[in-house]
Structures are given as structure tokens and as C-alpha cells.
């Protein structure tokens, strides 16, 4: 029986009930405590509601402060942490429990590190290494995604390809999870036919998920159905309130020309952004670059929130987006110093190839320019001037 989003959050709801339930009648019970935060994680990466992440928080840190570090728990934090961008955390997570240095699924977090913080060639040998041991599935998609933004994208289909091969049969969400990123490695290069067809096997593998709609909206997107993508991406954003959501629906209407009504969603998505950051979140910082740097009389908090993500996580997806806030905020010639650097990490992004194009053509680089925009087309013929981040 194909597993489907609405009964797999029912079911994980009841699980953190009874745990809880036993949890409260035995408090000496590390393993249901550790069992608890589980299952949590597991309802916040389907919700995606920062409020369930933050109950998984609480849990772990209550599991740590009674009953010490254990390697189940600390690469639970580890992962939440890296999640929202916490870094620094995710390395003090690891060195809480010193055996997970060695251990297949310490080793493979420690590679995403390694790619945020801009160690390409050490995040990749790492990775080569786990996948010398064992080939897992987790870690041939870590591989695929480097692949495909370096301009490798049927190699790394072939290794989603691979990944989905190690699922069992009960892993139907893994499987669709795989199947939305072998579409997103398809429509990057402009091959709407087979990102639909990948994006259907993720629908019809996990009915129900909005996740698998909002990547249905960026087809519809690319293809120019801008009426379409309008219901779809309100309706997501009615099951999933996120204010990255709300901020797609404000830059989806301000594309179709309705910029009264794209007003309310952008602000309420830059007030989202802010008071996270405000009390601590750093997850939210390239979003408030983002949707700054777009916003009239914000172009210089637009750098400021891009100078922030870009000390955190050095890559070229902060690099040039700090690249595109200093164009916004005139300030060209340190944007080409920064969209050098992203270009130089060996990158194959038209998004980031369109970036560029524009810094060289107000540098007065016109040949630059000219070579980064026809790249651009030529990863992405439908590349357009709507999208989502993550």
C-alpha cells in the first residue's frame, strides 16, 4: 500500500503522543526520550512548522541535560543544526560525542559542512571516501547535488538514479524526495518534459505533499503558466504558512503585474525574516537579502544581511547573492569582486550565470557580460525572473 502524506503525519502524530504519554510516566527512560525527538523531527520535516522544529529542540536539550550526550542524540542535533545553518553548532554537536568522528553518519554531516563553508574539494573527496565504504543513498544524493551544480547533471541522475535503487520498498518518501531533486537537475537545464515526469512519480510515490506542489509551481513557472502556478502556490502556502512561501506568492504576483497584491505578502515575509533573525535564527538571512535587495529603500539592508550569510556560509550561493545587494545598492566594482568568487568555485548555475551578467554590464565589462548572459541560456533556455529559495 502506497504511504501518502496525510496518513504518515496522522500516524507520527499518535507515535508522539503515546511517547509522550511515556515519557511523562517514566522520566528515567533515556531511549523513549531519544525515540520522542525522533519521531518530532520526523512531523517538523513533514510540517516544515518552525514550532514543531522547535519541539524537537526542546526535547534533545532535555534528553542532554538529563542523560548526557549519546551518539543517537547528538547527530539528531547535529542534523536539526544544520538545517537552519547553524555551523559552528553542528561541529560543537559532533565533538559532544567523539566516536561519531568516526561513524559513517557523522562523517557524511560533516561533508555538508564542508560545502557550506565553501570546502568543495574536501566535502567531495569526503564524500567519495563514505561511498567507497558504502554506498548509501543519503550520500550518493549529496554527490548527485554537487553534480548537478557543476554542469554534470546526467551524472547526477544517474546517482538519484542509484540512490533511489538502495531504498526498500517502505522508503516511498525517500523515493519521493529523489525524485523532486532528479526534476530539479532537470528543469535547472530547462528539461520541463522530464521534470514533470519525475515530479509525477514523487506525487503519485507520496500523495499529498505539499513539498512535491511547490516544486510543480517552479515547473509551471518556467513554462511561463504564471495563471497556473497562482492557485497551486496559494494553496501550498494555505497548508504551509512558511514566510519563504509567502515571499514566492509575493514575487509570483509582482511577475504577473500585480504589485498591490504582491505587497502585503512580501512585507509580511520580510517581517517573518526579520524577527528571526532578531531573536537569534540565522536560517532566514539570505532570504532577507533577497527580498531587501528588491525592495526600494532596503537595497543597503539587503547587503547587510548578505555580509552576514557570507561570513557564516562562505559558497557561491551567498556569494553572489551579496554580488547582487551590492549592484541593488550601487556599489558595482566590490559586486564583481563577489561574483568572481562565486564564478570561480566551478559553478554551472544560470541563475548565478544571470547575476553575473548583470554586474559585468554595469561594470561596463560589456564582453563579460555578454559571454555570463548567453551561458545562462545555455544551462537554462526558460530561465525567468521568478523563483523560490530554499
Not at 520526523?42 to 526535547?59: K, P, W, Y
Not at 538519484?160 to 516511498?172: G, I, P, S, V
Not at 532566514?284 to 533577497?290: E, G, I, K
Not at 529603500?297 to 550569510?309: F, L, M, P, S, Y
Amino acid at each position: 500500500m502506497i504511504s501518502d502524506y496525510t496518513s504518515d503525519l496522522a500516524k507520527t502524530r499518535v507515535d508522539i503522543a503515546a511517547l509522550e504519554a511515556i515519557s511523562e510516566r517514566d522520566r528515567r527512560d533515556p531511549e523513549k526520550r531519544v525515540r520522542l525527538a525522533y519521531r518530532q523531527f520526523h512531523r517538523a520535516s513533514l510540517t516544515g512548522d518552525e514550532a514543531d522544529f522547535e519541539a524537537v529542540n526542546q526535547t534533545i536539550a532535555c534528553v542532554i541535560r538529563n542523560f548526557g550526550p549519546n551518539e543517537e542524540i547528538c547527530l539528531l542535533k547535529a542534523n536539526l543544526d544544520g538545517r537552519f545553518h547553524r555551523l559552528a553548532q553542528v561541529k560543537e554537536d559532533l565533538r559532544m560525542c567523539p566516536s561519531l568522528a568516526g561513524r559513517h553518519a557523522g562523517r557524511s554531516i560533516l561533508t555538508d559542512v564542508d560545502f557550506e563553508e565553501g570546502r568543495y574539494d574536501a566535502a567531495c573527496a569526503g564524500l567519495e571516501a563514505l561511498l567507497d565504504e558504502k554506498r548509501t543513498w543519503d550520500n550518493l544524493a549529496r554527490l548527485a547535488h554537487w553534480q548537478g551544480k557543476t554542469g554534470r547533471p546526467e551524472e547526477a541522475d544517474r546517482l538519484y538514479e542509484e540512490a533511489e535503487d538502495e531504498l526498500t520498498a517502505k522508503e516511498m518518501r525517500s523515493f519521493a524526495w529523489l525524485e523532486l531533486q532528479r526534476g530539479a537537475v532537470a528543469l535547472s537545464r530547462g528539461r520541463c518534459g522530464k521534470a514533470r515526469m519525475h515530479y509525477q512519480r514523487a506525487a503519485a510515490s507520496f500523495p499529498g505533499d505539499w513539498q512535491t506542489d511547490v516544486h510543480v509551481v517552479k515547473l509551471l513557472a518556467a513554462e511561463g503558466n504564471l495563471g497556473g502556478a497562482l492557485p497551486l502556490l496559494r494553496n501550498v502556502v494555505a497548508r504551509a504558512p512558511k514566510p519563504e512561501l509567502k515571499q514566492a506568492l509575493g514575487e509570483l504576483l509582482a511577475c504577473m503585474g500585480r504589485a498591490a497584491e504582491a505587497r502585503p505578502w512580501l512585507d509580511a515575509a520580510a517581517a517573518a525574516f526579520l524577527a528571526s533573525a532578531q531573536t537569534g535564527g540565522v536560517h532566514y538571512y539570505h532570504h532577507l537579502a533577497d527580498v531587501y535587495a528588491d525592495m526600494p529603500g532596503h537595497q543597503a539592508e539587503a547587503v547587510e544581511w548578505a555580509r552576514k550569510d557570507v561570513v557564516l556560509r562562505p559558497n557561491f550561493a551567498t556569494q553572489a547573492a551579496l554580488a547582487w545587494a551590492l549592484l541593488q545598492n550601487g556599489e558595482v566594482r566590490e559586486a564583481v569582486e563577489w561574483v568572481r568568487r562565486a564564478l570561480s568555485s566551478g559553478v554551472e548555475d544560470s541563475g548565478i550565470f544571470a547575476t553575473a551578467s548583470s554586474v559585468f554590464q554595469a561594470a561596463g565589462d560589456a564582453a563579460e557580460a555578454d559571454r555570463c548572459a548567453r551561458a545562462a541560456a545555455a544551462i537554462n533556455p526558460q530561465g525567468n525572473g521568478f523563483h523560490i529559495l530554499h
